[in-house]
């Protein structure tokens, strides 16, 4: 079975520029989170997504958005990039009904905001 | 609201000696605890999780840990390292929401001396 894969793995932007990040989840999963890992630190969950409606948000501001498609799969958009976004984004996917489940995470992609 | 504590953020062992990564929680209900392993430029790997039942839980590459209820603690083990466990070792804890999110801690870098 294949696995959580994101693209790009590496991205840089500008500040106040606007990115997309994707995720396509492992097989059977349908529900997929967004986490940003700043540099020395554990992640930090942003949002998740289930039957294509978010499921539920972090502390994170409304310039961070996603969507989910009928496929399972999933974007990140940030608006009005800062310079503090600079960070690894990572997906995690899990399926549904299966309480003590961990989620599998994707390799993540690297964003720089220069 | 559910929280980890990872104390120590450097740990360093001789190969063959043990490890010992520690992890405390706090949890308004019974918790799931995770270990997550990071290594460079990757994303995150399980390597154990509590759910329910019984308090040693053994996750892959020779980890172990046992939840202790009364110390509330979650502590990672392994009898002897390798250099191939040199790596960034994270707790989290999955909150009872609707989106049940993992929580992480700070993380834990763990270096293998030859």
């Known amino acids: 079975e294949t696995g959580v894969t994101q693209s790009p793995t590496h991205l840089i932007k500008t500040r106040g520029q606007q990115v997309t990040l994707r995720c396509s989840s492992q097989?059977?999963?349908?529900?997929v989170s967004w986490y940003q890992q700043a540099l020395g630190q554990g992640p930090q969950f942003i949002f998740q997504?289930?039957?294509?409606?978010?499921?539920g948000r972090g502390n994170f501001p409304p310039r961070f958005s996603g969507l989910q498609f009928p496929n399972y799969s999933s974007e990140l958009n940030v608006n009005a990039l800062e310079l503090d976004d600079s960070a690894l984004y990572l997906c995690?996917?899990?399926?549904?009904?299966?309480?003590?489940?961990?989620?599998?995470f994707g390799s993540g992609t690297r964003l720089t905001v220069v | 609201a559910q929280s980890v504590t990872q104390l120590g953020s450097h740990v360093s062992v001789s190969e063959g000696a043990l490890v010992l990564l520690r992890c405390n929680y706090s949890?308004?209900?019974?918790?799931?605890l995770f270990w997550y392993v990071q290594y460079p430029n990757q994303g995150l790997q399980l390597l154990l999780k509590?759910?329910?039942?019984?308090?040693l839980v053994k996750g892959i590459n020779g980890f172990e840990a046992e939840f202790k209820k009364s110390e509330t603690s979650f502590h990672l083990t392994k009898p002897s390292a390798h250099m191939s466990d040199a790596a960034e070792y994270f707790c989290a804890v999955r909150h009872s929401g609707s989106a049940r999110q993992l929580t992480f801690g700070s993380g834990t870098q763990l270096t293998v001396l030859p």
């Open positions: 995690a996917s899990s399926p549904t009904g299966q309480s003590n489940y961990g989620y599998t």
């Open positions: 997504y289930y039957r294509e409606e978010e499921n």
């Open positions: 509590y759910t329910t039942g019984a308090t």
């Open positions: 949890s308004s209900v019974p918790p799931y």
């Open positions: 097989s059977g999963h349908n529900t």
